[in-house]
């Protein structure tokens, strides 16, 4: 282990909000690792201050929004859930041989969620998941789902449809490109109104119902009627609150699942593997996400 604090940085506009500086900085006490890890606010040109960043001696750094289209730009070599998602939330640097320096550019939002999922056992193998919403948010998280492999099938509802079969397709053809388009999970986009219209039976149910609106911030409820919720038996926010409960999770278990949690494991969790891509270390989930509960409940 290195002497010397190594330096980190998440960028972004706005950024004084962000939590990743708490996160990482737990990350690095358990492993008993020195870090300084700043926040960064990106008022001209994204690539400048990155740059800027890692000729102070940066070893990597967190995008957040709205830096991360600029991140994929910038980074000379990219994962390919970083290719799939088209953005990055995490950028490493690399010492070349010649002296020069190269960024690596990943994406670890939706893999993110999928740590989260499996450390809560969510029950994925040949589900039938429902996501509501069609934002960025979704755009991250569809990658990781088809990368497990087992989903049975994947319905994007959203208010504005053309954003849900956009996304649909755009994956399709992503796979068709660089895979086996054969291995895609079966997906389709509809809108609210042909849920609701849908009998909800042996073939329309679903198991697994995820929340990737804005609508919680909000206290708002997706309009998607009961009978969905009754049949499922895992529902996920990705909205967060310090005692873990949103309106979703709570209409979720008001309904019959018991098994409804928040977001805050996913954002430990994207932030568990930049620091693994950073140091190699995978940190634990449960006591970071325990610790920003207090550290939130403060707030
Ligand atoms: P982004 O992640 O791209 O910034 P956003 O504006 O934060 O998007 O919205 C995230 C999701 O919440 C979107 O799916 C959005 O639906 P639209 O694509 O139709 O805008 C959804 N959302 C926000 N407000 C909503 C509302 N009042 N009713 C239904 N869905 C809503």
Request: charge should be neutral; proline fraction near 4%.
């Amino acid at each position: 282990m290195s002497e010397s604090p190594a330096l980190l940085a998440v960028f972004g506009n706005p950024i004084a909000h962000s939590l990743s500086p708490l996160i990482h900085q737990f990350f690095a006490q358990q492993e008993g690792r020195s870090i300084i890890y700043e926040k960064r606010l990106v008022e001209g040109a994204f690539a400048d201050c990155v740059r800027e960043f890692f000729a102070q001696g940066g070893v990597g750094c967190n995008v957040t929004v709205p830096c991360k289209v600029e991140a994929f730009n910038f980074a000379t070599a990219k994962t390919e859930r970083a290719r799939v998602a088209q953005a990055v939330n995490t950028l490493s640097v690399r010492h070349d041989a010649d002296g020069s320096l190269s960024y690596k550019g990943d994406n670890t939002d939706g893999f993110g969620l999928l740590t989260d999922l499996i450390r809560l056992k969510c029950p994925l193998a040949s589900a039938r998941v429902l996501i509501i919403g069609a934002g960025g948010a979704t755009r991250g998280i569809v990658p990781s789902l088809q990368f497990l492999g087992s989903i049975h099938n994947l319905t994007i509802v959203n208010r504005t449809l053309a954003k849900a079969e956009e996304i649909v397709a755009y994956i399709q053809d992503f796979y068709a490109a660089n895979h086996f388009s054969r291995m895609l999970m079966p997906m389709r986009a509809c809108d609210y109104a042909t849920l609701e219209a849908q009998k909800v039976t042996p073939d329309t149910y679903f198991d697994v119902i995820i929340n990737a609106t804005s609508l919680s911030m909000r206290e708002e409820l997706p309009p998607v009627k009961d009978e969905y919720y009754k049949r499922a038996r895992f529902a996920y926010d990705l909205f967060y609150t310090p005692q873990g409960k949103t309106v979703f999770t709570e209409h979720a278990k008001s309904l019959g699942i018991a098994n409804s949690y928040d977001g805050l494991g996913m954002l430990v969790g994207q932030a568990a593997l930049a620091y693994e891509q950073w140091f190699g270390v995978r940190p634990e989930m449960e006591p970071t996400i325990e610790y920003m509960r207090q550290v939130l409940a403060q707030r």
